[in-house]
């Protein structure tokens, strides 16, 4: 079975999640930046529970 | 089994006791979560002396009050209007609306935020791609999309995948099978029930054999138990040359459970998004050994809009307590749902779960899909109807057919059944969920 670095995987999925929360802030007032933000943040949390989730436990 | 296999390997292969530490911080979250957000929570916890501090175990699990479906009906009474206080949002964070079928009364009104709708169809993406869904198939939902929440996930999370995605919304059945034929569809999801009217449609409309004439080779079904009936699975299976497959789900906390390329006679559940407890049907104590049948508690571990913790769902279902080859270490449920807590009914003091029904009459060859069970009573005695259709051509044999259909019904259900047989194509036919079980000793029935 292949092996994946998760701890990798989640520090990217953290700086995504910060860039995207960033970008919703510096977007402020522009609903094509914040709307389209949110959805980023949404498939964000869907990774942390793919991965950021489980890291504490492997 | 390549990793290719799996949807997230890592999560799909992890130990059991890891999953059981994984769900255990996941409840303590969703418990914190609903008990600071919706109002319904905090009232039923206070109510019941209960804080989300005392759960420090799985085991402690057992100490939260549990929720059962009317509750969900009475909080819709309560502002914010329609879903009520057991939002744990705010409303305007909301964008998904969808109803639960109307099935068992009232429908139930579901919300979720867009983060809360990603893992809904998260969920069924764990389905499809256990089923070989992969970005080369090209799938049809013949299926009328409405307020009911049915084949929505199952159509997001098959365009997450990669596959293109043909909704068959508003065609009529001879229409979406000439569709799937045009397009040369390789998948499917639909109701078992409608499975089987479809090829039924094809051949006595259209003059075609959809096992031959369509290249579909996979179905999932969902909405009724029939593809963990096996003599249902195997009709379907036969008529359409293709892998039927089982999933369980539904609209309040999404899909839980699910039947892999394998087909190894159950479900797994999706053990990282769900805890799924198992109870007594009588005494209410948990069931952990395989093969006893009780009733579902569910919690949906990462819903927050609309949090679900403990529902007591009424399906019937019992653990299987064996491995799967695929892999996966999720646990098992033995045969899908076997019933609801609602439907299994002691009939002359004996237990009747109607799927024992389905599997001797789709069994016989002779017999169409469609039937009906009727239980009253005459007299102070319990009786029962099955109304059955006998294939055309067949009914020179029907002396013979019956006397098997009876037979077989003594043998699997211990019981008698009085039989009529209507004319073919005559008794009622479902797109959706049907309802073919009537307990008419119940009021209301």
């Known amino acids: ?58 | 089994m390549d990793d290719r296999a799996y949807w997230n390997p890592i999560l799909e292969t992890l130990p059991r006791e890891k999953l059981f530490d994984l769900q255990l911080r996941k409840f303590k979250n969703i418990l914190h979560w609903s008990y600071a957000h919706s109002p319904f929570y905090r009232r039923l916890y206070k109510e019941a002396g209960f804080e989300p501090g005392d759960v420090r175990t799985l085991d402690d699990v057992r100490l939260v009050p549990k929720v059962e479906k009317s509750m969900l009906r009475d909080t819709q009474q309560r502002d914010p209007f329609p879903y009520g206080d057991i939002l744990a949002v705010d409303l305007e964070d909301v964008t998904v609306f969808r109803q639960t079928s109307g099935t068992t009364g009232t429908p139930v009104y579901h919300a979720c935020t867009w983060r809360d709708w990603e893992i809904y169809t998260e969920c069924w993406a764990y389905i499809l791609y256990a089923q070989g869904y992969r970005a080369t198939d090209r799938v049809f939902v013949p299926f009328g999309y409405n307020i009911f929440v049915a084949f929505w996930g199952g159509h997001y999370a098959a365009e997450k995948i990669g596959c293109e995605v043909i909704p068959g919304g508003v065609l009529d059945t001879a229409a979406r099978v000439l569709k799937m034929q045009e397009l040369k569809c390789t998948a499917m999801m639909a109701t078992p029930t409608y499975v089987l009217g479809m090829a039924e449609t094809a051949r006595n409309k259209l003059g075609m054999d959809v096992a031959r004439d369509l290249q579909v080779r996979k179905i999932t079904c969902a909405g009724e138990p029939g593809a963990s009936v096996p003599a249902t699975k195997k009709r379907m299976e036969e008529a359409w040359g293709a892998k039927v497959y089982d999933h369980i789900g539904a609209t309040e906390w999404g899909a839980w459970s699910y039947e892999c390329q394998a087909q190894p006679g159950g479900l797994h559940v999706n053990d990282a998004f769900f805890l799924i407890e198992i109870e007594d049907l009588e005494t209410g104590k948990p069931i952990t050994e395989p093969g006893k049948e009780g009733k579902m508690i569910i919690t949906a571990l990462d819903q927050q809009t609309k949090p679900c913790i403990r529902f007591d769902s009424k399906d019937v279902i019992r653990w299987a307590g064996r491995t799967c080859e695929c892999g996966r270490t999720f646990r098992l449920i033995d045969g899908g749902v076997i019933g609801r807590a609602d439907d299994i009914t002691k009939v002359k003091g004996v237990l009747l779960a109607p799927t024992a029904i389905e599997e001797v009459v789709r069994s016989i060859r002779e017999l169409g899909d469609e039937y009906e069970v009727a239980v009253s009573k005459k007299g102070e005695i319990d009786d029962i109807l099955l109304k059955v259709e006998v294939r055309p051509g067949c009914e020179g044999e029907q002396s013979r057919i019956l006397t098997r259909l009876k037979d077989q019904l003594r043998l699997k259900t211990n019981l008698g059944y009085r039989i009529e047989v209507h004319p073919f194509g005559s008794l009622p036919k479902y797109e959706l969920k049907a309802k073919r079980f009537k307990d008419l000793r119940k009021k209301g029935a």
């Not at chain 1, 998760?6 to 609903?31: F, P, S, V, Y």
């Open chain 1, 1 to 58: 079975m292949q092996t994946w670095n998760i701890n990798e995987l989640d520090e990217r999925i953290r700086k995504m999640r910060i860039l995207a929360e960033e970008l919703k802030e510096m977007g402020k007032g522009i609903q094509a930046v914040e709307k389209n933000a949110d959805r980023i943040l949404a498939s964000i949390s869907v990774l942390e529970l793919n991965i950021s989730d489980v890291k504490p436990l492997l």
